[in-house]
């Protein structure tokens, strides 16, 4: 069942920043996904359609920069399924990060740009950024 509220709120994951939920209805744009995440995705639902005359529909997303966890449900049986659209790696200082937005951070760093050359590059294709402080903390 789709939620009524579709207003965007923040909430603190433990050892992560803060990221961003939204509902179906509030978003928009493109993102980057990783292929093997979206191969794993499609399998898990092929196979639940096996079992199930369902409907899969993307019901929300929970952003942390270029990585967003995409949210579905089965609209006959409620089988709920997500989409990680990036892996994650251990990052320089050994915490696990979002392996895109790791890359993109270093794409930046190692052409001499930085997070306003990174956000006006995604902003063009519609793609969110991470925030400035979570730049500079990858
Ligand atoms: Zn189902």
Same mark, same amino acid.
């Given at each position: 069942?789709?939620?009524?509220? =579709? &207003? $965007? $709120?923040?909430?603190?994951?433990? %050892?992560?920043?803060?990221?961003?939920?939204?509902?179906?209805?509030?978003?928009?744009? *493109?993102?980057? #996904?990783?292929?093997?995440?979206?191969?794993? =995705?499609?399998?898990?639902?092929?196979?639940? $359609?096996?079992?199930?005359?369902? !409907?899969?529909?993307?019901?929300?997303?929970?952003?942390?920069?270029? &990585?967003?966890?995409?949210? *579905? =449900?089965?609209?006959?049986?409620?089988?709920? &399924?997500?989409?990680?659209?990036?892996?994650?790696?251990?990052?320089?200082?050994? =915490?696990?990060?979002?392996?895109?937005?790791? &890359? $993109?951070?270093? %794409?930046?760093?190692?052409?001499?740009?930085?997070?306003?050359?990174?956000?006006? !590059?995604?902003?063009?294709?519609? #793609?969110?950024?991470?925030?400035?402080? !979570?730049?500079?903390?990858?």
């Amino acid at each position: 069942m789709v939620p009524e509220s =579709y &207003a $965007a $709120a923040t909430t603190r994951v433990r %050892g992560s920043k803060s990221i961003e939920h939204k509902q179906l209805e509030s978003l928009d744009g *493109s993102r980057i #996904v990783n292929l093997d995440q979206l191969q794993q =995705y499609i399998d898990g639902l092929v196979s639940h $359609a096996r079992q199930c005359q369902c !409907s899969i529909t993307l019901n929300g997303e929970t952003r942390n920069g270029l &990585a967003s966890i995409l949210s *579905s =449900y089965c609209t006959s049986c409620g089988h709920r &399924a997500v989409l990680q659209t990036s892996k994650k790696v251990k990052g320089p200082n050994g =915490y696990q990060r979002w392996e895109c937005n790791l &890359a $993109a951070v270093w %794409g930046q760093m190692s052409t001499g740009g930085g997070h306003s050359v990174l956000q006006e !590059s995604m902003s063009t294709l519609g #793609v969110p950024v991470v925030t400035k402080s !979570s730049f500079i903390h990858t």
